[in-house]
């Protein structure tokens, strides 16, 4: 799958990359296809509750939801590509060569860049997995009730995404070391993360509440 876009192929295909001893894909393509299908699941919840009476008058909030949802959708998808992308430019700076100070140093540089860069598409599926979580939640009593189970599944999955984007990020930032770019990465990771899993414990909260017969208001 390495001349296509990940998306573009089966879910067989993918899979068989994800499992060959090829170094991409990996777990943040993984994590990004993770929060892609959680967005597909709220996608699925909006569609069968716009234009139905019972829940017409969060037709707006329902509509403008699903908006975000595909637009979400489509941009964890392309950071499956940029994930695999990135990781392949680390190997490359790892392979530089390293015979004198001068090529020692140009490799550290390049190492950081590229470590740096790659830390960037786990960030954004956990800001996606984030956004995800907050709009799942703001769905729960507001879309069709036989899914809520559904906006459960999703927020599994986002969960998934958030901590499998998170362990990717980790991994970047210890190997960047000392460099100043590391510890404002984890900054960045942490509060996206403390957002995320505070929604997403909300929505299990939320979601186990209906199935029980208690609907927020």
Known sequence: MTSEHFADGTVEA?????????????????????????????????????????????????????????????????????????????AAAYALPRAGREERDLRRRVIGDALVAAAQPPLQVATAAAALAELALSLVGRTNVQLVSDLGAAGALLEAGLRI?????????????????????????????????RRLSALRTAVESALHGRLPE
């Open 14 to 90: 993918f899979l068989d990359a994800l499992g060959s001893d090829q170094p991409a894909p990996g777990g943040g393509a993984a994590a990004a296809l993770a929060g892609a299908t959680g967005a597909a699941l709220i996608e699925m919840v909006c569609r069968f509750s716009e234009g139905r009476e019972q829940y017409a008058r969060w037709q707006e909030e329902i509509t403008a939801a699903l908006a975000l949802a595909c637009r979400l959708r489509q941009e964890l998808l392309a950071t499956m590509d940029a994930d695999a992308a990135t990781f392949a430019a680390v």
């Open 165 to 197: 984007a998170a362990y990717n990020v980790e991994a970047n930032t210890r190997l960047l070391k000392a460099d100043p770019r590391a510890a404002a990465l984890h900054q960045q990771l942490e509060t996206t993360r403390s957002v995320g899993e």
